[in-house]
């Protein structure tokens, strides 16, 4: 389907066009100096439209209206959850990462089932709330717990959902295609807006029934189809149905490459030929691996591994896994925080100065920059030898050591200004600065633009510990 008039990518919207919708109050409660510099971010990706608290006021609500309209995404933005744990899935403008900032990481989900005993159910929840990873300073973690009706019993699916339901206050997907079933176990977590899976050409009208009623997203199954999911989703859009899920099916044997390239498709569909009606987020079924029975179990985790991180890269939006081993579930959310981080601006961290331990006016002073994964690296080191000493952090745009000083953005002169602004100078009681043994070629320049002796380190953060060892306290290291 062809654009509907009016409708333009974000990608061809001027900052002026959202400008002029802007209640223009200047009051720079968004952060910004003036409305026009939000605007600017706003087209580019970098902020939301709920950034702008004037647009809250009852009467900018039709300039919100219209600016909503006009910043719509290619792909809905899908909200399932409750509370502070409400998941939105979807919400792309764009079909690389590269042309606009993805937002929105896809949930991964651990599905348990209505046919496994209670302590194996508690068992897996259990793992999945626990299961937590320090990442560049990001705690990683799995989102949402699907629920599926393997035992085709009303009764046993309501007893588990209820189950589950008590243990997390995760979202919940809700797994079967018998509307009976379906209504059985949403009759449990009604109020906690969970995502039913799935509406198929057989079941539509009583699935769409059940989540008109309840005002719940639900999942439109076809595998393999698009044209038949497409008449779904427009089925149900004019039947009132606003959120939907769309899952194209996931084939794990033999049929992968044909998976990505109908993943592929659908969005294409959406962002370049603007389809409203294959514009929904997309949920990946990894678990599909472990239907045949043929491997392993490691084969089994292995290959989920695989197909979840092409199905991250092409496109899903959610992904529904079975595994609970570390080695498969950990990559997939390093790759996430990876594609979802904006490509134009390096993850950083605040720069200035850090105190490690219980320093004293003797402990050594160590430089680094402030781009975020150098930064926890040398963090990590410094803390698991237990080392007391002071750590300068140079504001170099977030960027390494190495490249920050081929760049010009670690000189003798940023690093004199960090020494100055730090305040470093007033808490010790020398003058002796070590450098990143990457940056020893700036080391005879910093010592005569700041005046303080400097010492090459290594060249990686693990040898810290026992260059401190060799070399603190320096022979001369007092003025």
């Known amino acids: ?270 962002c370049h030929d603007q389809d409203e009606y294959l514009g929904y987020p997309m949920v990946g079924i990894p678990m599909a691996v472990w239907a045949t029975g043929e491997f392993s179990p490691e084969m089994e985790s292995w290959k989920e591994a695989v197909v979840s991180s092409l199905l991250i890269t092409r496109y899903a939006d959610l992904l529904v896994m079975h595994s609970m081993d570390g080695w498969v579930l950990l990559p997939q959310l390093i790759w996430r925080f990876n594609l979802y981080t904006d490509p134009r601006k390096p993850v950083s961290v605040e720069a200035g100065l850090r105190e490690f331990g219980t320093p004293t006016p003797d402990s050594p002073v160590l430089l680094t920059t402030n781009y975020a994964l150098t930064y926890f690296t040398v963090e990590s080191d410094i803390k698991s030898a237990h080392l007391d000493c002071y750590l300068v952090v140079v504001d170099t745009s977030g960027i390494s050591v190495e490249s920050a000083v081929a760049g010009r953005y670690l000189t003798p002169e940023t690093i004199a200004t960090a020494m100055n602004e730090s305040g470093v100078r007033e808490k010790v009681g020398h003058h002796t600065l070590i450098l990143p043994g990457l940056a020893a070629r700036l080391s005879g320049e910093v010592e005569e633009v700041t005046g303080w002796r400097v010492l090459v380190g290594s060249k990686d953060s693990s040898g810290i510990p026992s260059f401190i060892k060799e070399h603190w306290p320096p022979d001369e290291a007092t003025d």
Request: charged share 20%; proline share 7%.
């Open 1 to 270: 389907m062809k654009d509907k008039p009016g409708r333009r990518s974000i990608k061809e919207i001027s900052p002026i066009d959202v400008y002029r919708l802007l209640p223009g109050t200047a009051c720079k409660e968004c952060g910004e100096p003036n409305c026009m510099a939000f605007a600017t971010r706003l087209v580019n990706g970098e902020v939301m439209l709920d950034a702008c608290p004037p647009l809250r006021i009852p009467k900018y609500q039709s300039l919100y209206q219209q600016l909503q309209q006009l910043l719509a995404p290619a792909v809905r933005a899908v909200t399932f959850g409750f509370g502070d744990r409400a998941i939105t899935i979807g919400g792309k403008h764009v079909l690389q990462r590269h042309e606009l900032t993805y937002h929105h990481p896809p949930p991964i989900a651990i599905e348990v089932s209505d046919q496994m005993a209670e302590s194996e159910i508690e068992e897996r929840i259990r793992k999945t709330l626990a299961f937590s990873y320090l990442y560049i300073g990001r705690d990683l973690r799995l989102d949402a717990i699907a629920v599926r009706a393997v035992s085709g019993n009303p009764t046993a699916f309501a007893s588990a959902v209820r189950h589950v339901a008590t243990l997390t206050d995760q979202p919940i997907i809700l797994c079967t295609l018998d509307p009976q079933v379906m209504a059985a176990g949403l009759e449990e977590i009604k109020n906690r807006r969970p995502l039913l899976y799935a509406a198929t050409q057989d079941n539509w009208k009583e699935m769409g029934a059940i989540a008109l009623a309840h005002q719940v997203p639900l999942v439109v199954h076809s595998p393999g189809d698009i044209a038949l999911l497409r008449s779904l989703t427009r089925t149900l859009q004019e039947w009132g149905i606003r959120d939907l899920v769309m899952d194209p099916g996931t084939y794990a044997e033999g049929g992968l490459a044909d998976t990505l390239h109908t993943f592929t498709l659908i969005r294409r569909a959406a």
